[in-house]
Protein backbone atom coordinates (compact mmCIF):
# COMPACT_ATOMS: atom_id res chain seq x y z
CA UNK A 1 0.00 0.00 0.00
CA UNK A 2 1.77 3.73 -1.01
CA UNK A 3 0.67 5.97 1.48
CA UNK A 4 1.75 9.77 1.17
CA UNK A 5 1.98 12.22 4.55
CA UNK A 6 1.17 15.36 4.39
CA UNK A 7 2.41 18.03 7.48
CA UNK A 8 5.87 17.07 8.28
CA UNK A 9 6.04 18.59 11.61
CA UNK A 10 5.97 16.84 15.03
CA UNK A 11 3.12 14.82 15.11
CA UNK A 12 3.52 14.08 11.11
CA UNK A 13 6.92 12.16 12.44
CA UNK A 14 5.09 10.26 14.68
CA UNK A 15 2.79 8.74 11.59
CA UNK A 16 5.94 7.98 9.91
CA UNK A 17 7.68 6.15 12.51
CA UNK A 18 4.64 4.27 12.68
CA UNK A 19 4.28 3.62 9.53
CA UNK A 20 7.29 1.64 9.44
CA UNK A 21 6.10 -0.90 11.61
CA UNK A 22 3.24 -2.07 9.64
CA UNK A 23 4.15 -4.49 6.83
CA UNK A 24 3.21 -4.05 3.27
CA UNK A 25 3.28 -0.12 3.65
CA UNK A 26 5.50 2.25 1.70
CA UNK A 27 5.52 6.04 2.00
CA UNK A 28 6.11 7.51 -1.42
CA UNK A 29 5.73 11.26 -0.31
CA UNK A 30 6.10 13.75 2.15
CA UNK A 31 4.05 17.12 1.82
CA UNK A 32 5.28 20.01 3.48
CA UNK A 33 5.20 24.09 4.14
CA UNK A 34 8.45 24.54 3.34
CA UNK A 35 10.31 22.60 0.92
CA UNK A 36 13.90 21.93 2.50
CA UNK A 37 12.85 21.03 5.88
CA UNK A 38 10.31 18.95 4.36
CA UNK A 39 13.37 17.19 2.27
CA UNK A 40 15.49 16.58 5.58
CA UNK A 41 12.19 14.64 6.89
CA UNK A 42 12.00 12.37 3.34
CA UNK A 43 15.33 11.22 3.29
CA UNK A 44 15.48 10.71 7.33
CA UNK A 45 12.65 8.76 6.89
CA UNK A 46 13.70 7.18 3.10
CA UNK A 47 11.00 8.25 1.61
CA UNK A 48 11.60 9.49 -2.55
CA UNK A 49 9.51 11.84 -2.70
CA UNK A 50 8.96 15.41 -1.14
CA UNK A 51 7.19 18.93 -2.39
CA UNK A 52 4.85 21.30 -1.17
CA UNK A 53 1.58 21.02 -2.38
CA UNK A 54 -0.51 18.29 -2.26
CA UNK A 55 -1.58 17.91 -5.40
CA UNK A 56 1.46 16.59 -6.37
CA UNK A 57 1.61 14.13 -3.62
CA UNK A 58 -1.66 12.75 -5.08
CA UNK A 59 -0.41 12.90 -8.71
CA UNK A 60 2.24 10.12 -7.57
CA UNK A 61 1.66 6.63 -9.66
CA UNK A 62 -0.09 3.92 -7.76
CA UNK A 63 -0.79 5.97 -4.35
CA UNK A 64 -3.68 4.65 -2.52
CA UNK A 65 -3.83 6.30 0.46
CA UNK A 66 -3.22 10.09 2.45
CA UNK A 67 -2.14 11.08 6.18
CA UNK A 68 -3.36 14.91 6.92
CA UNK A 69 -0.92 15.92 10.07
CA UNK A 70 -1.25 19.60 8.69
CA UNK A 71 -2.35 22.78 10.34
CA UNK A 72 -6.26 22.69 11.35
CA UNK A 73 -7.83 24.97 9.41
CA UNK A 74 -6.58 22.93 6.49
CA UNK A 75 -8.35 19.69 7.75
CA UNK A 76 -12.10 19.69 6.16
CA UNK A 77 -10.61 20.85 2.12
CA UNK A 78 -7.81 19.02 2.23
CA UNK A 79 -9.64 15.91 2.98
CA UNK A 80 -12.11 16.82 0.32
CA UNK A 81 -9.54 17.09 -2.10
CA UNK A 82 -7.89 14.03 -0.77
CA UNK A 83 -11.31 11.97 -1.77
CA UNK A 84 -12.15 13.71 -4.65
CA UNK A 85 -8.83 12.38 -6.27
CA UNK A 86 -9.77 8.68 -5.26
CA UNK A 87 -7.77 8.10 -2.12
CA UNK A 88 -9.01 6.58 1.24
CA UNK A 89 -7.68 9.21 3.85
CA UNK A 90 -6.56 9.41 7.71
CA UNK A 91 -7.07 13.25 8.82
CA UNK A 92 -5.30 14.09 12.32
CA UNK A 93 -7.50 15.55 14.97
CA UNK A 94 -9.53 17.80 14.95
CA UNK A 95 -11.78 16.70 11.69
CA UNK A 96 -12.51 20.68 11.00
CA UNK A 97 -12.99 23.37 12.47
CA UNK A 98 -17.11 23.73 12.53
CA UNK A 99 -19.94 21.74 12.22
CA UNK A 100 -20.26 22.56 8.57
CA UNK A 101 -17.02 21.80 7.54
CA UNK A 102 -17.36 18.58 9.09
CA UNK A 103 -20.79 17.56 7.90
CA UNK A 104 -18.91 18.15 4.14
CA UNK A 105 -16.49 16.15 4.84
CA UNK A 106 -18.73 13.41 6.07
CA UNK A 107 -21.14 14.08 2.73
CA UNK A 108 -18.17 13.48 0.26
CA UNK A 109 -17.20 10.75 1.93
CA UNK A 110 -20.67 9.13 1.75
CA UNK A 111 -20.55 10.33 -1.98
CA UNK A 112 -17.19 8.49 -2.49
CA UNK A 113 -17.61 5.41 -0.38
CA UNK A 114 -13.99 5.82 0.65
CA UNK A 115 -12.20 5.02 3.86
CA UNK A 116 -12.10 8.16 6.03
CA UNK A 117 -11.06 8.16 9.43
CA UNK A 118 -10.21 10.87 12.05
CA UNK A 119 -7.27 10.87 14.23
CA UNK A 120 -9.41 10.36 17.36
CA UNK A 121 -6.04 8.87 19.05
CA UNK A 122 -7.73 7.83 22.70
CA UNK A 123 -9.70 5.14 21.01
CA UNK A 124 -6.86 3.36 20.54
CA UNK A 125 -4.45 4.08 23.25
CA UNK A 126 -4.37 0.39 24.68
CA UNK A 127 -4.93 2.36 28.22
CA UNK A 128 -8.66 3.26 27.12
CA UNK A 129 -9.14 -0.14 24.55
CA UNK A 130 -8.21 -1.80 27.92
CA UNK A 131 -11.15 0.25 29.93
CA UNK A 132 -13.50 0.29 26.77
CA UNK A 133 -13.23 -3.37 26.57
CA UNK A 134 -14.41 -3.71 30.16
CA UNK A 135 -17.14 -1.70 29.56
CA UNK A 136 -18.61 -3.63 26.85
CA UNK A 137 -18.20 -6.88 28.80
CA UNK A 138 -20.47 -5.23 31.67
CA UNK A 139 -17.67 -5.47 33.86
CA UNK A 140 -17.33 -1.84 34.60
CA UNK A 141 -20.15 0.54 34.07
CA UNK A 142 -18.44 4.66 34.11
CA UNK A 143 -20.10 7.01 36.61
CA UNK A 144 -17.79 10.30 36.51
CA UNK A 145 -14.82 10.95 34.00
CA UNK A 146 -12.37 13.71 35.12
CA UNK A 147 -9.78 14.74 33.07
CA UNK A 148 -7.06 17.41 32.77
CA UNK A 149 -5.52 18.75 29.27
CA UNK A 150 -2.54 20.63 30.31
CA UNK A 151 -0.38 22.50 28.60
CA UNK A 152 2.63 25.24 28.82
CA UNK A 153 2.58 27.08 25.59
CA UNK A 154 2.19 30.97 25.96
CA UNK A 155 3.46 31.16 22.69
CA UNK A 156 2.18 30.00 19.43
CA UNK A 157 4.72 26.96 19.47
CA UNK A 158 3.98 22.53 18.64
CA UNK A 159 4.56 19.90 20.56
CA UNK A 160 8.94 19.83 19.86
CA UNK A 161 8.46 23.94 21.09
CA UNK A 162 9.24 25.15 17.84
CA UNK A 163 6.95 28.18 16.18
CA UNK A 164 3.97 27.51 14.49
CA UNK A 165 2.30 28.64 11.21
CA UNK A 166 -1.08 28.41 12.94
CA UNK A 167 -2.88 28.65 15.97
CA UNK A 168 -4.14 25.78 18.16
CA UNK A 169 -7.40 25.70 19.73
CA UNK A 170 -8.30 23.75 23.49
CA UNK A 171 -12.32 23.41 22.03
CA UNK A 172 -11.87 22.23 18.53
CA UNK A 173 -8.86 20.28 19.60
CA UNK A 174 -7.55 19.48 22.56
CA UNK A 175 -11.49 18.92 23.69
CA UNK A 176 -12.40 16.82 21.10
CA UNK A 177 -10.23 13.84 22.31
CA UNK A 178 -12.38 14.00 25.61
CA UNK A 179 -15.15 14.79 24.13
CA UNK A 180 -15.58 12.01 21.74
CA UNK A 181 -13.60 9.22 23.82
CA UNK A 182 -16.48 10.40 27.07
CA UNK A 183 -19.24 9.19 24.19
CA UNK A 184 -17.15 6.08 23.19
CA UNK A 185 -16.85 4.67 27.02
CA UNK A 186 -20.36 6.30 28.59
CA UNK A 187 -22.50 6.88 25.68
CA UNK A 188 -24.01 10.11 23.77
CA UNK A 189 -24.06 13.01 25.10
CA UNK A 190 -27.20 15.14 26.19
CA UNK A 191 -25.88 17.93 27.77
CA UNK A 192 -22.61 20.03 27.81
CA UNK A 193 -21.54 23.09 29.46
CA UNK A 194 -18.50 25.36 29.15
CA UNK A 195 -16.64 28.44 30.19
CA UNK A 196 -13.56 29.75 29.30
CA UNK A 197 -11.17 32.52 30.63
CA UNK A 198 -9.39 35.39 28.90
CA UNK A 199 -8.50 35.53 25.26
CA UNK A 200 -4.78 36.14 24.71
CA UNK A 201 -4.42 39.47 23.30
CA UNK A 202 -2.43 38.05 20.60
CA UNK A 203 -3.47 34.70 19.53
CA UNK A 204 -7.11 35.64 20.09
CA UNK A 205 -7.89 31.99 21.69
CA UNK A 206 -8.89 31.36 24.92
CA UNK A 207 -6.07 29.81 27.12
CA UNK A 208 -8.26 28.49 29.95
CA UNK A 209 -11.07 26.52 29.80
CA UNK A 210 -13.69 24.10 31.70
CA UNK A 211 -16.36 21.93 30.61
CA UNK A 212 -18.87 19.79 31.69
CA UNK A 213 -20.47 16.65 30.14
CA UNK A 214 -23.22 14.65 30.32
CA UNK A 215 -24.36 11.15 29.00
CA UNK A 216 -27.29 9.43 28.34
CA UNK A 217 -26.89 6.62 31.11
CA UNK A 218 -25.95 9.38 33.18
CA UNK A 219 -22.40 9.37 33.46
CA UNK A 220 -20.94 12.87 33.57
CA UNK A 221 -17.48 14.22 32.60
CA UNK A 222 -15.33 17.36 34.01
CA UNK A 223 -12.65 18.68 31.23
CA UNK A 224 -10.04 20.89 32.52
CA UNK A 225 -7.88 22.40 29.58
CA UNK A 226 -4.50 25.00 30.00
CA UNK A 227 -2.05 26.22 28.01
CA UNK A 228 -1.08 28.14 31.10
CA UNK A 229 -0.20 24.87 33.13
CA UNK A 230 3.28 24.77 34.03
CA UNK A 231 3.96 21.17 34.63
CA UNK A 232 2.95 18.41 34.96
CA UNK A 233 1.84 18.24 31.12
CA UNK A 234 -1.01 16.05 28.94
CA UNK A 235 -3.95 14.42 29.20
CA UNK A 236 -4.71 12.72 32.42
CA UNK A 237 -8.12 10.53 32.52
CA UNK A 238 -9.55 9.27 35.86
CA UNK A 239 -12.10 6.87 35.46
CA UNK A 240 -14.49 6.81 38.42
CA UNK A 241 -16.35 3.52 37.78
CA UNK A 242 -18.71 1.37 39.44
CA UNK A 243 -16.40 -1.17 40.12
CA UNK A 244 -12.81 0.34 40.57
CA UNK A 245 -11.18 3.55 39.62
CA UNK A 246 -8.71 4.12 36.95
CA UNK A 247 -6.17 6.78 35.35
CA UNK A 248 -4.90 6.73 31.99
CA UNK A 249 -1.84 8.57 30.90
CA UNK A 250 -1.63 7.71 27.01
CA UNK A 251 -0.66 4.08 26.45
CA UNK A 252 -0.54 3.93 30.34
CA UNK A 253 -2.75 3.18 33.08
CA UNK A 254 -2.82 2.31 36.78
CA UNK A 255 -5.74 1.76 39.03
CA UNK A 256 -6.82 4.68 41.39
CA UNK A 257 -4.25 3.24 44.10
CA UNK A 258 -1.47 4.05 41.47
CA UNK A 259 -0.89 0.24 41.01
CA UNK A 260 0.14 -0.68 36.88
CA UNK A 261 -2.62 -2.26 34.83
CA UNK A 262 -0.86 -4.91 32.76
CA UNK A 263 -1.78 -3.68 29.35
CA UNK A 264 0.36 -6.34 27.04
CA UNK A 265 -2.17 -8.26 26.08
CA UNK A 266 -4.48 -5.82 24.42
CA UNK A 267 -2.71 -4.72 21.16
CA UNK A 268 0.10 -5.62 19.00
CA UNK A 269 1.47 -2.53 20.08
CA UNK A 270 2.02 -0.47 23.39
CA UNK A 271 1.80 2.98 20.97
CA UNK A 272 -1.43 4.24 20.15
CA UNK A 273 -0.44 6.13 17.18
CA UNK A 274 0.35 3.00 15.73
CA UNK A 275 -3.08 1.13 16.33
CA UNK A 276 -4.53 4.31 14.50
CA UNK A 277 -2.48 4.25 12.09
CA UNK A 278 -2.65 0.12 11.88
CA UNK A 279 -6.65 0.27 11.85
CA UNK A 280 -6.36 2.55 8.99
CA UNK A 281 -4.57 0.42 6.73
CA UNK A 282 -6.61 -2.38 7.68
CA UNK A 283 -9.91 -0.92 7.03
CA UNK A 284 -8.43 -0.25 3.39
CA UNK A 285 -7.27 -4.05 3.16
CA UNK A 286 -10.58 -5.17 4.40
CA UNK A 287 -12.89 -2.95 2.82
CA UNK A 288 -14.86 -1.98 5.49
CA UNK A 289 -15.22 1.09 8.12
CA UNK A 290 -12.82 1.91 10.18
CA UNK A 291 -13.36 2.42 14.21
CA UNK A 292 -13.36 6.49 14.25
CA UNK A 293 -14.37 7.09 11.35
CA UNK A 294 -15.70 10.43 10.08
CA UNK A 295 -19.45 9.18 10.89
CA UNK A 296 -18.43 7.83 14.17
CA UNK A 297 -16.31 10.94 15.35
CA UNK A 298 -19.50 13.51 13.86
CA UNK A 299 -21.61 13.40 16.98
CA UNK A 300 -18.61 15.32 19.20
CA UNK A 301 -18.29 18.33 16.70
CA UNK A 302 -22.16 18.50 17.33
CA UNK A 303 -21.75 18.92 20.99
CA UNK A 304 -18.29 21.24 20.06
CA UNK A 305 -20.30 23.47 18.01
CA UNK A 306 -22.66 23.66 20.66
CA UNK A 307 -20.05 24.70 22.86
CA UNK A 308 -18.34 27.46 20.72
CA UNK A 309 -22.36 28.59 20.30
CA UNK A 310 -22.25 28.86 24.33
CA UNK A 311 -19.39 30.43 24.51
CA UNK A 312 -20.05 33.00 22.05
CA UNK A 313 -23.05 34.10 23.55
Known sequence: MKIALAGAGAFGEKHLDALKQIDGVEVVSVVGRRLE??????????????????????AQPGLDAVILATPTQMHAAQTIQCLEAGKHVQVEIPLADTLADAEAVLAKQQQTGLVAMVGHTRRFNPSHQYLHRRIASGALAVQQMDVQTYFFRRKNMNAKGEARSWTDHLLWHHAAHTVDLFAYQAGPIVQANAVQGPL?????????????????????????????????????????????????????????????????????????????????????????????????????????DALEKQLQA
Open 200 to 304: HPELGIAMDMSIQLKAESGAICTLSLSFNNDGPLGTFFRYICDNGTYIARYDDLVTGKEEPVDLSGVAVSSNGIELQDREFVAAIREGREPNSSVAQVLPCYRVL
Open 37 to 58: PTQAVAAKYGVPHACTELAEAL
